[in-house]
């Protein structure tokens, strides 16, 4: 018994020895939970921070200028994916677009010229619509929706435009397709280099004030002449084939403002231009002296001909050069193909 009483006293104390044991190890399991929970939450605000730097108003240009003007604007840019995206209303304003939102479909169109671009919220993907051709482009990040504002890709909508975009510290500047020496050959320069610049850049970057009449070839060979008012390079008409086409120079960019089509079959294009025969015109046409400095180059097959003159105010017509080609060889060639008539400067009004 005395035995056994000895066993009972020692197996209480033995038990709560273990107890207090059991305990601490409970305690610091309970312990090692909270730290374990504590760092799981700290990971998650982390992952959440990553995430949220995505789209961030902190790493976002705090300025935008448009041709040199700060644009006016209500709302913070944000970055995505290292893009900027800016307030649409606001930069299609100081692109002199306008803008419509489609609540039920999600999307926000502008429209500059006759250009548009329908752009799809939480979409990267946009579709742009120029002279009568409609592509699907692919953004680097999506337009948005931020507090019920539509966020566009900046460089994407203004390089849609033709429109060049850089940015230096808080600021991003979008501007002039042109660089500052094209600028000064355009408006302030040598009248023949300034003729040649718009030859060679305006058909090939041309946006159009009103839809364009469809390219219609009923012609065999081909014929180009271009007609300057007399003194002016930034505004002239081009005849190509059995259309006719106005551009002006406008804010930098080259627009035709008018259309009309040429009657095929009865006389010279040009002879029927001047005379004013066109059809299906679209557009104002502008009221011009008709006195012109004209290059014409045409040709069919191996042949090419090229002639300058110019068109007298009674419309009769003073060739000053001429240039026939057959294959490589210059069969013919007199006179001056300069891009200017003896004496003449610049008579337009310059951009300052």
Do not use: C
């Amino acid at each position: 018994m005395a035995d056994g009483g000895r066993i009972r006293a020692e197996h209480p104390f033995a038990y709560r020895g273990r107890e207090k044991n059991h305990g601490s190890q409970r305690r610091g399991v309970r312990s090692w939970r909270i730290i374990m929970k504590t760092m799981l939450v700290v990971v998650a605000a982390a992952a959440g921070l990553l995430a949220a730097s995505a789209t961030s108003h902190a790493a976002a240009p705090s300025i935008i200028v448009v041709g040199g003007k700060p644009v006016q604007r209500v709302a913070p840019l944000v970055v995505d994916k290292g893009r900027i995206l800016v307030p649409l209303r606001a930069l299609a304003d100081s692109l002199g677009a306008s803008t419509t939102w489609n609540q039920a479909a999600k999307t926000a169109t502008v429209r500059k010229w006759s250009e548009t671009v329908t752009l799809i919220a939480g979409k990267n993907t946009a579709y742009s619509v120029k002279a009568n051709q409609t592509h699907k482009v692919t953004l680097d990040a999506s337009a948005k929706l931020v507090h019920n504002r539509v966020y566009v890709p900046l460089r994407f909508l203004a390089r849609l435009y033709g429109y060049q975009v850089a940015a230096s510290g808080d600021t991003a500047f979008v501007d002039s397709s042109l660089t500052a020496s094209e600028q000064a050959a355009l408006y302030k320069g040598d009248l023949a280099k300034a003729r040649q610049f718009v030859m060679d850049k305006g058909p090939k970057n041309a946006h159009y004030a009103n839809k364009p009449i469809p390219y219609s070839h009923e012609r065999e060979g081909f014929e180009t002449t271009y007609f300057f008012p007399i003194g002016e390079a930034n505004r002239f008409f081009l005849i190509t084939d059995d259309t006719v086409s106005f551009y002006e120079v406008k804010d930098d960019f080259f627009v035709v403002t008018w259309q009309a089509r040429i009657p095929v079959g009865q006389k010279d294009t040009d002879q029927l231009f001047l005379e004013g025969k066109v059809t299906d015109a679209a557009g104002t046409k502008p009221a011009i002296k008709r006195e012109f400095f004209f290059s014409r180059t045409s040709g069919l097959v191996t042949s090419t001909n090229i002639t300058a003159g110019k068109i007298g105010p009674d419309g009769k017509t003073a060739v000053t050069g001429v240039k026939r080609i057959v294959g490589d060889e210059v069969k013919e060639a007199s006179g001056s193909l300069a891009l200017t008539l003896p004496n003449e400067v610049r008579a337009e009004a310059t951009k300052e």
